[in-house]
């Protein structure tokens, strides 16, 4: 595999999160104990996570790699969407 930072390699970022209509207890709770502590003006929180892939793509296929990953090992079909954006 080629080194990070190489002219070989790439690096992006996997964003996962729950769908909308998928109930989020840790956000729920967050946003509960800021009202709580007096952070009123929050309106919402969402909860996400964030992978950075540095891929090998001497062939130019490092974001359809990266897709890949997400959408077979990273994200949940079913409860969660990704996005991948290059860095």
């Given at each position: 595999?080629?080194s990070?930072g190489?002219?070989?390699?790439?690096?992006?970022?996997?964003?996962?999160?729950?769908?909308p209509?998928?109930?989020?207890?840790e956000?729920?709770?967050i946003q509960?104990?800021?009202?709580?502590?007096?952070?009123?003006?929050?309106?919402s929180?969402q909860?996400?996570?964030?992978?950075?892939?540095?891929?090998?793509?001497?062939?130019?296929?490092?974001?359809?790699?990266v897709?890949s990953?997400a959408?077979?090992f990273l994200?949940?079909p079913v409860?969660?969407?990704?996005?991948?954006?290059?860095?």
């Amino acid at each position: 595999m080629a080194s990070v930072g190489s002219p070989d390699s790439s690096e992006f970022e996997v964003v996962v999160q729950l769908k909308p209509e998928v109930l989020d207890p840790e956000a729920r709770a967050i946003q509960e104990t800021l009202a709580r502590i007096g952070y009123d003006g929050v309106r919402s929180v969402q909860v996400s996570k964030r992978y950075i892939l540095t891929v090998d793509d001497k062939s130019g296929q490092g974001a359809a790699l990266v897709e890949s990953v997400a959408r077979e090992f990273l994200a949940n079909p079913v409860s969660e969407t990704f996005q991948v954006r290059k860095l």
